[in-house]
């Protein structure tokens, strides 16, 4: 079946660091890709997508980059904020029968930014 | 996108009662989920309601405990029925919209049981 792997946390890192967040999956057939942000109290909003290998998605200086290859969909930001400090899932989609319409999730990492 | 709002945001309650949960949505939509995230946990979906059938559950989940109401494309209940201490969680509704099944999610509701 699908499924996703996404690097423990807490994640601690000083404000202007670089983030990396790892996420790899397994699946059937040709998955699309998201990362979810859930801000503290509030529900899951999506945060980037890719749908085919080597797409990358990208939204609020945040990017991941569909790899196929490596079955992975890394989530990097190139300097992180306090305002970034949230709990970060991956999740897939499947395409063909087994997956249907489902979303599978990571176990969500936490970032914590401190100035 | 779509805007998702739930009712209540949150609540307190005792042993053994039931609660239902409202999840109302601003256009039309064919499918709605509700999922379960318990504290520190990830998500873990609890049914897929379709607009004018049944739901379907997923394994470990069943009717008698979480009924669904679907009356119509923009608005779905989840009710949480003879509630015990292990039912403290979020529950959380969705929507899919989009060509690649993204979803969009409510706030959430936040349910302490004593």
């Known amino acids: 079946g699908n499924s996703v792997t996404q690097m423990e946390g807490p994640v601690t890192l000083s404000e202007e660091a670089f983030l990396t967040i790892n996420c790899t999956y397994t699946a059937t057939g040709y998955p699309s890709l998201f990362w979810y942000v859930q801000y503290p109290g509030e529900g899951l909003q999506l945060l980037l997508k890719?749908?085919?290998?080597?797409d990358k998605g990208s939204n609020k200086g945040f990017e991941a980059t569909y790899r196929k290859e490596t079955t992975s969909f890394h989530l990097e930001k190139g300097s992180v904020q306090v305002s970034d400090s949230a709990v970060y899932f991956c999740a897939l989609s499947g395409v063909l029968t087994g997956g249907g319409n489902k979303l599978t999730f990571g176990t969500g990492t936490q970032l914590k930014v401190e100035l | 996108s779509a805007v998702i709002s739930q009712k209540p945001s949150r609540d307190i309650c005792q042993r053994g009662t039931s609660l239902t949960i409202q999840c109302q949505v601003d256009s039309q939509v064919t499918m709605m989920f509700w999922y379960r995230q318990q504290p520190g946990q990830s998500l873990t979906l609890i049914a897929t309601a379709n607009q004018g059938s049944e739901a379907t559950y997923e394994s470990g989940f069943v009717i008698d405990k979480f009924p669904i109401s679907r009356p119509n494309l923009t608005f779905s209940t989840l009710t949480v029925s003879n509630m015990s201490p292990e039912d403290s969680s979020i529950y959380l509704c969705s929507v899919r919209k989009g060509a690649y099944n993204e979803q969009f999610f409510g706030p959430g509701t936040r349910l302490t049981v004593l």
């Open positions: 890719a749908t085919k290998a080597d």
